[in-house]
């Protein structure tokens, strides 16, 4: 772009300031001689900085300021001044200082210390005498009232102290408001050789500019002899983020669009679940280490839970197997464990009660659900205490373990993973019961992502009533969508790191 071209795109703060930079010129130098506000002036910059017109480096220094108390006894003068002055006109006691009004105790506490220190006072029989070098303190200004002289009248940076003033700062540091430090930004301008020339060019320029194209203008034919300012298509303009929902939830809705696509419906449910709806229905015993509390959370109180038919099938089931044809776990159900709340460790506890819901004639029937469970865990890369996990039943008479593969290849394949291998594995509840791995290419390596398997008998029987195949599996969410999202460390997921959640691409598989 030619030197004219530039000019004409130059905005009204950038033409005002133009002719007044010079190398090293302070931000402050520049308000005063444009009467421009500070944001206006740094704007300034910021644009012809983009021209490439200037160069700004940007320090950070200590700067150091006046404090309340600093303020204030540079009007009344600091305490053992005031003391100096009290002491040589007339022979005084501590006892008279304190009673003194000239003095807040504190104050009077701090002269005292820093007279002693200097060597300035001694005590006769209790009378506060004036040794030889408090009366050159007091026909002199002390090195704490140079300093506070010199912060009140001039801008004061800890990097440009000498080592003495250092040594005075930090005595300074000690009294109480006294002084302060900020970190303040400190601008160094450098004029480029296209700097200069838009300097010795702008003042031969004495076209006027219309920054915008209004009905007023038009009407007004205000634009006649007036040049319209260029506009740099290119420049660079503030990001405007908009609202966005959370990266994990659209990750979610697209793993429920997926199993309503398939044909299932939505379970859902409470957080706070029953032991017995979170255990029990789900043929694991009550001594079984995963109802200890190392591994479930539980919450204080009980549920109201009766022995119906439900719960007596429950605890036959757990005791002798029932009718499933099963000798069950052969010990005493106690239905006071079966109570305990828990915060839910799986959503199987949704498919256990949509089934002790369902009647006969529904079937065949499909259901998923995605939601929070939660674990006794301990927090890191690879592990949290609060997850998601997506569950899913099929309830269906000719429903087998291929069907099942069938549905988890599906899943999975529309999720992006493209090799999928299934191996047998062994849970509670489930017989013949598999493990989904996946393959990740760049590890070169398989990862386990989920179990699944078929409902025992001791589950299904005494919920339905009736002995059904059902296919069931539940998957964490969290560790299927991280690769997509090229986070290592779980607790990523979870940041309140606003860059990184403005920054995470949307899911889009």
């Given at each position: 772009m030619d030197i004219d071209s530039i000019i004409n795109s130059l905005t009204p703060l950038e033409r005002k300031i133009l002719p007044y930079l010079k190398n090293n010129i302070?931000?402050?130098?520049?308000?005063?001689?444009?009467?421009?506000?500070?944001?206006?002036?740094?704007?300034?910059?910021q644009w012809l900085e983009t021209k490439k017109a200037i160069k700004v480096d940007v320090n950070h220094k200590n700067q150091i300021k006046l404090n309340k108390n600093g303020l204030?006894?540079?009007?009344?003068?600091?305490?053992?001044?005031?003391?100096?002055?009290?002491?040589?006109?007339?022979?005084?006691?501590?006892?008279?200082?304190?009673k003194?009004?000239?003095?807040?105790?504190?104050?009077?506490?701090?002269?005292?210390?820093?007279?002693?220190?200097?060597?300035?006072?001694?005590?006769?029989?209790?009378?506060?005498?004036?040794?030889?070098?408090?009366?050159?303190?007091?026909?002199?200004?002390?090195?704490?009232?140079i300093i506070l002289n010199k912060l009140n009248n001039e801008k004061?940076?800890?990097?440009?102290?000498?080592?003495?003033?250092?040594?005075?700062?930090?005595?300074?540091?000690k009294r109480k408001d006294f002084v302060k430090i900020d970190i303040v930004k400190i601008r160094n301008i450098t004029l480029t050789e296209l700097g200069n020339l838009l300097i010795k060019n702008i003042s031969k320029n004495k076209e006027q500019y219309i920054e915008?194209?209004?009905?007023q203008v038009i009407l007004s034919k205000s634009y006649q002899g007036k040049k319209f300012r260029h506009y740099d298509i290119k420049g660079n303009v503030p990001r405007i983020y908009t609202g966005r929902r959370h990266f994990v939830n659209?990750?979610?809705?697209?793993?429920?669009?997926?199993?309503?696509?398939?044909?299932?419906?939505?379970?859902?449910?409470?957080?706070?679940?029953s032991s017995f709806w979170n255990f029990d229905t789900l043929f694991v015993p009550q001594d079984h280490p995963a109802r200890d509390m190392q591994d479930t959370l539980f919450v204080s109180g009980k549920c109201n839970l009766e022995l119906n038919e439900l719960t007596k099938r429950?605890?036959?089931?757990?005791?002798?197997?029932?009718?499933?044809?099963?000798?069950?776990?052969?010990?005493?159900?106690?239905?006071?464990?079966?109570?305990?709340?828990?915060?839910r460790t799986h959503t199987t506890c949704l498919s256990s009660k949509t089934i002790s819901n369902l009647k006969k004639e529904e079937l065949p029937i499909?259901?998923?659900?995605?939601?929070?469970?939660?674990?006794?865990?301990?927090?890191?890369?690879?592990?949290?205490?609060?997850?998601?996990?997506?569950?899913?039943?099929?309830?269906?008479?000719?429903?087998?373990?291929?069907?099942?593969?069938?549905?988890?290849?599906?899943?999975f394949e529309k999720m992006g993973f493209e090799k999928i291998r299934i191996r047998p594995a062994y849970f509670p509840y489930t017989e013949p019961s598999i493990e989904v791995d996946v393959y990740h290419p760049i590890h070169k390596k398989w990862i386990e992502l989920g179990g699944a398997g078929i409902f025992r008998p001791e589950v299904v029987k005494p919920l339905l009533g009736i002995e059904v195949p059902v296919l069931a599996w539940g998957l964490g969410v969290e560790r299927i969508i991280t690769d997509y999202y090229e986070i290592h460390d779980l607790r990523e997921l979870y940041s309140n790191d606003l860059k990184k959640l403005r920054g995470m691409k949307i899911w889009l598989k």
């Open positions: 302070s931000i402050q130098e520049l308000q005063d001689l444009t009467s421009l506000k500070e944001v206006e002036v740094i704007r300034a910059l204030l006894y540079l009007e009344k003068e600091m305490p053992e001044r005031r003391l100096l002055k009290l002491s040589k006109s007339k022979t005084l006691t501590i006892d008279d200082l304190r003194a009004s000239e003095f807040e105790p504190e104050e009077l506490n701090i002269a005292i210390g820093f007279l002693k220190s200097k060597n300035a006072i001694t005590f006769e029989n209790k009378n506060i005498k004036i040794t030889n070098k408090g009366l050159d303190l007091l026909n002199s200004k002390s090195d704490e009232e004061s940076f800890l990097e440009d102290l000498s080592k003495e003033e250092k040594i005075t700062l930090e005595a300074l540091k915008q194209l209004t009905t659209e990750a979610i809705d697209y793993i429920k669009r997926i199993w309503l696509d398939l044909g299932f419906k939505e379970m859902q449910g409470n957080y706070i679940q429950i605890k036959e089931t757990h005791e002798n197997g029932w009718t499933t044809k099963s000798k069950g776990w052969k010990y005493k159900w106690n239905i006071e464990d079966a109570k305990k709340l828990v915060l499909k259901f998923f659900s995605v939601g929070k469970v939660f674990r006794n865990e301990t927090l890191d890369k690879t592990h949290l205490f609060e997850f998601y996990q997506t569950e899913g039943i099929v309830i269906d008479e000719n429903a087998n373990l291929k069907q099942l593969i069938g549905y988890l290849k599906t899943f």
